[in-house]
């Protein structure tokens, strides 16, 4: 017997009422749109409210200070750890394609693209994946190459058990759930996170939220 599929919970940006219709209706049954919204200031608002799994983000939207879809996701920090965000956009340029992954996005995606394959997308995002449209992974590749050097670099300071301390925290754990999860005591578990601060030379849970957030590491 098939297991169904889960479903994922998704809120959609994008300011036209067309495209996030059309959007809608093609969406496999299996993805659930949860709100929709046409503005920085309505995104965040929704995607704060709903915390759906992912968001579809157009690039270029009004409102706010001009930013688009990087001020939607730098207005949803802190939720950065459980909701992801899959770009999606008419524009294929560099410029587009690496500003909204820095600022945390899982993947960028083109309009030109299928139901079924923004579906995939969507999936394979929600499950923790990196997607992009095939002639923009390039663009991604140039711009972070030399970058994820330097993050293996900075993670080879951690231990084996600083570095699951790390994650857990990062994604909003509190240290009495990171005790429970890795069976240590919660003492311990401040210990670790004390020694992970110190050598990543970060000064708060925040900080260390958005330095994992930044190199993709939730």
Request: proline share 3%.
């Amino acid at each position: 017997m098939s297991v169904p599929p889960k479903t994922i919970r998704v809120v959609i940006v994008d300011d036209h009422a067309i495209f996030r219709s059309g959007l809608k209706a093609d969406l496999a049954p299996d993805i659930m749109v949860l709100a929709e919204a046409a503005t920085v200031e309505e995104a965040i608002t929704a995607v704060t409210a709903q915390q759906p799994d992912v968001v579809l983000l157009d690039v270029h939207l009004p409102g706010g200070r001009g930013q688009g879809g990087r001020e939607v996701i730098a207005g949803c920090g802190s939720m950065l750890g459980t909701t992801k965000f899959l770009a999606l956009s008419v524009s294929d340029s560099a410029e587009d394609v690496v500003s909204v992954i820095r600022a945390g996005a899982r993947g960028y995606v083109t309009k030109s693209i299928s139901g079924a394959e923004i579906s995939d997308a969507v999936r394979r995002v929600a499950g923790g994946d990196a997607v992009f449209s095939p002639r923009l992974a390039g663009f991604v590749l140039d711009a972070f190459g030399t970058a994820e050097v330097a993050v293996e670099d900075e993670l080879d300071k951690l231990s084996a058990r600083e570095l699951e301390v790390m994650r857990l925290i990062a994604r909003g754990y509190s240290y009495k759930e990171v005790a429970k999860a890795l069976f240590i005591s919660i003492k311990t578990v401040e210990t670790h996170v004390s020694a992970v601060l110190r050598k990543l030379q970060l000064s708060s849970r925040h900080e260390l939220t958005r330095w994992a957030a930044d190199r993709r590491l939730l």
